[in-house]
Structure formats: C-alpha cells, structure tokens
T-cell receptor, first 114, second 112 residues
C-alpha cells in the first residue's frame, strides 16, 4: 500500500518562473492538502482540495493555485516565483469528513528559487 | 500565522536521558498532534490527543494536554540517537477548519 508520493523531490527555478508540483494521495484517500515549510519554520497551510474543488485556503496570494484530478491526485502551481517561495512543499492526504487524524504527509518537494 | 509555539527551540541530551518538549497555542482546539521530521524531510505522525483528554501514551512517548493553560508537553523516555529530529505540535479547531496549525518546532539532538 503506497503512501503519499510527491514529485519531483527537488527543483531549482529562477525568479519569475512558474512551477508545478505533484502529489498522489495514499490509497483510499480522497482529499489533498498542501503546506509550505520555510527553512527553520513549521509548515503553513496553503489550501485543501476535495471533489476537484478548493475547499479551504490559507493566507497565500493568488500566485499559488491548485488542481485536483478525478483520480484524487493534485497539483500545486506557483506563478511569478519569488526568492521567498524557496521552501519544502508538503502534501497531505486524508479522508473527507473523517478528521485530521486520517491525514498522512508525503516526503515533500524542496524548491529553491534563485 | 503559527498557532503553536514549541519550547525549547533546541535541546541536546545524551542517549538514555529523557527529553521534554512543550507547546503552547492560542485558540481553542479540537485535537493536538505531535509530529517528527528528520532532516527537513516528510512529517511522521507520532501521537494525537483530543481536547477532552489529559494524557496519552504510545511506546516511549507520553503526551499531556492542559486546555486551561493552552499547553501540551511531549516526553520521550530513554532517548536514542535515532530520536534526533525536529518535533512539531499541530492543532486543529473549529476556527481552523481542515487546516493544521503548526508551531516552529523543537530541534532535538541525542548524542551517543
């Protein structure tokens, strides 16, 4: 039973570029959440997707957008990259309506913006 | 914004000693969880304690929750070098919807 997987593991971009990160949820899960973790900080909630719709959003600008596909996998897109977007991006999957205790985190994608 | 704040920021102990980390939060919660993170990798769930619980055990882990003080502690007994990691508390509540609110973490170093 595969857990949450994310790709790529590492990524280097330059300011102004756009990036897409991908997440496949744990088998049987239907909800995906994305978090940003800057160096030395705790993860910050970006948004959550269920039934291909954004259900909740944290305090992040519109440059951050997402998508969920019918197979429950998800993408996180960041436009017009800034140096401050350098971080570890974590994906978590869960079962809708079953509470946070069903949430599992993936290994993350480390993004470096130069 | 961070909901939880861990204390201390860093902790260094020797193998066999106990490690205690504290977490304080600001608003009412439904649950509080502790996670471990090794070298900036993914988060590993350690234990969840609900707002109506006061203490919970799992192996060498003991978590307490004091909702009147809005604080929690994580005790790791008989520490091992493999326990070296960053530890985060995360809360969820009615005002946070489905989002987990994490603290900044405690960095634990266990030396042989």
């Amino acid at each position: 039973d595969a857990g949450v997987t994310q790709s790529p593991t590492h990524l280097i971009k330059t300011r102004g570029q756009q990036v897409t990160l991908r997440c496949s949820p744990k088998s049987g899960h239907d909800t995906v959440s994305w978090y940003q973790q800057a160096l030395g900080q705790g993860p910050q909630f970006i948004f959550q997707y269920y039934e291909e719709e954004e259900r909740q959003r944290g305090n992040f600008p519109d440059r951050f957008s997402g998508h969920q596909f019918p197979n429950y996998s998800s993408e996180l897109n960041v436009n017009a990259l800034l140096l401050g977007d350098s971080a570890l991006y974590l994906c978590a999957s869960s079962l809708w309506g079953r509470g946070v205790e069903t949430q599992y985190f993936g290994p993350g994608t480390r993004l470096l913006v130069l | 914004s961070q909901q939880g704040e861990e204390d201390p920021q860093a902790l260094s102990i020797q193998e066999g000693e106990n490690a205690t980390m504290n977490c304080s939060y600001k608003t009412s919660i439904n649950n509080l969880q502790w996670y471990r993170q090794n070298s900036g990798r993914g988060l590993v769930h350690l234990i969840l304690i609900r707002s109506n619980e006061r203490e919970k055990h799992s192996g060498r882990l003991r978590v307490t929750l004091d909702t009147s003080k809005k604080s929690s502690s994580l005790l790791i007994t008989a520490s091992r070098a493999a326990d070296t990691a960053s530890y985060f508390c995360a809360t969820d509540g009615w005002n946070s919807g489905y989002a987990l609110n994490f603290g900044k973490g405690t960095s634990l170093l266990v030396t042989p």
